[in-house]
T-cell receptor, first 114, second 113 residues
């Protein structure tokens, strides 16, 4: 069974640009969560999707958005990038409804904003 | 507001000895706790968990202890191996269905050969 796949793995953007990150969950997994990892802050929850609906949202500005497609694949978008958005963005999937305890993470997309 | 705290950013242990990683939480509504391990260039992987109805859970070399009155949990690794060198994240979830998983800031464990 293929794991959680995130693309791209690495990308560099400049301030003011926007970025779209993609996540393909494990086959059969219907919940997808996104986390931001920065040094000293751990993993900060961004949002969770289930059946194409956002079920939970973290404390991030509106520049951060996401969506989930009918095949459970998910994308997140960050507009008007700021230097502080440089981070590792992790996607995780889980079976069943939101609130699952065990998440399977992808390797992440490392975003650098210059 | 960091509801899950790992106050030690790093820990170094000799191979064969015990590694103890600590985690404190502030939200009394948390009732399920997990530990994840993360190697460089990989996503975190689930290691072990414990429900609030228990105070100990063991899986091979890994044991998690929960002290609800102190809002504290710890992960013990015995014996520690060089392959255990990684960043360890503590995580917690509340009782309500759909509650998000809240992670700590992580502790980098280095096991010296």
């Amino acid at each position: 069974k293929a794991g959680v796949t995130q693309t791209p793995r690495y990308l560099i953007k400049t301030r003011g640009q926007q970025v779209t990150l993609s996540c393909s969950p494990i086959s059969g997994h219907r919940s997808v969560s996104w986390y931001q990892q920065t040094p000293g802050q751990g993993l900060q929850f961004l949002f969770e999707y289930f059946s194409e609906t956002q079920r939970n949202k973290g404390n991030f500005p509106g520049r951060f958005s996401g969506r989930q497609f009918s095949n459970s694949r998910s994308e997140m978008n960050v507009s008007t990038l700021e230097l502080g958005d440089s981070a590792l963005y992790l996607c995780a999937s889980s079976e069943g409804a939101p609130g699952a305890n065990v998440l399977t993470f992808g390797a992440g997309s490392r975003l650098t904003v210059l | 507001d960091q509801q899950v705290k790992q106050n030690s950013p790093s820990l170094s242990v000799q191979e064969g000895r015990i590694s103890i990683l600590n985690c404190d939480y502030t939200n009394s509504m948390f009732d399920y706790f997990l530990w994840y391990k993360k190697y460089p260039a990989e996503g975190p992987t689930f290691l072990i968990s414990i429900s609030s109805i228990k105070d100990k859970n063991e899986d091979g070399r890994f044991t998690v202890f929960l002290n609800k009155s102190a809002k504290h949990l710890s992960l013990h690794i015995v014996p520690s191996q060089p392959g255990d060198s990684a960043v360890y994240f503590c995580a917690a979830r509340g009782r309500s269905s759909g509650d998000k998983l809240t992670f700590g800031t992580g502790t980098r464990l280095a096991v010296r050969p």
